[in-house]
């Protein structure tokens, strides 16, 4: 049920960055990672709603897959930074 969203989440994810890169590595990360948590908090809450998941479950449901993502999004990204750095450093042309 799940792997559609979050492929989707994904897809959006490197969407933003590539589209924002060459304004700035920050903005392009945060801009994914928010693009990543939109996708994934309007996908669940309408796959909720569309199959009659209520209660505890739709809010633990919805609760996971929305702002622990943009953290975890935003750390992501943040790494991939540091690593890009160096890792390009590493590689000799």
């Not at 933003?16 to 590595?25: D, E």
């Not at 994914?32 to 209660?55: D, E, H, N, P, W």
């Amino acid at each position: 049920m799940l792997i559609l969203p979050v492929a989707a989440a994904h897809l959006a994810y490197i969407g933003g960055y590539l589209l924002l890169s060459s304004r700035g590595s920050l903005l392009a990360v945060t801009t994914a990672t928010t693009a990543k948590f939109s996708i994934l908090y309007l996908t669940v809450t309408l796959l909720s709603q569309t199959l009659g998941i209520t209660g505890k479950a739709a809010t633990t449901l919805t609760l996971l897959l929305s702002w622990p993502q943009w953290i975890t999004g935003l750390g992501g990204g943040v790494i991939f930074l540091a690593v890009r750095k160096r890792l390009f450093r590493l590689i000799p042309d």
